[in-house]
């Protein structure tokens, strides 16, 4: 009689392979852009969006790879029953598998937001010396007011 071992892996066969296929499918985009902006560079040589294509990409699959390696990793570790001591990655797994989402939600909203944050950090970072100055002025105006209140009580 012939049996079959893996049946308890067949649950996580579809996973992993939408993860392999994933991986595919991103490089091939990326190759894709790759060539189109190379072939066409000579009509606009400032642009570089193979490489920001190539980032969101990874951005993307990254957050993919975040959520379900650990999912797939954790199933095989219950497979063969050594899991249950380690109860932080069982957490760990089982908070970001509901969370792809979100983590493919903050990827894509990225670009959008990144000039805004980096202006206003930027911002921030300028207006930073007049802050400090000004702080400094009222500190050093807060001690000479200090010192001639202790010397009219003397």
């Known amino acids: 009689m012939l049996t079959f071992d893996c049946c308890r892996y067949w649950p996580e066969i579809p996973i992993i392979l939408s993860i392999i296929s994933t ?26 969006i ?21 999912y797939i990793a954790l199933q095989y570790m219950w497979s063969s029953g050594k899991s249950f001591s380690n109860y932080g990655f069982i957490l760990y797994a089982a908070l970001t ?14 670009p959008r937001y990144k000039e805004r944050i980096y202006e206003s950090v930027s911002t921030f970072a300028q207006s930073l010396p007049r802050r400090l100055s000004i702080h400094s ?17 003397k």
């Open 23 to 48: 991986t595919v499918i991103m490089g091939d985009i990326c190759i894709h852009v790759y060539k189109q902006t190379k072939s066409t560079a000579r009509y606009a040589p400032s642009r570089n």
């Open 50 to 70: 193979s490489f920001t294509v190539f980032k969101q990409a990874c951005l993307f699959t990254g957050a993919f790879y975040f959520t379900w390696v650990p």
């Open 97 to 110: 598998v509901p969370m792809q989402g979100f983590f493919n939600c903050l990827v894509y909203v990225r």
């Open 137 to 153: 002025r009222q500190s050093t105006i807060q001690i000479q007011n200090d010192k001639s209140e202790e010397e009219s009580k």
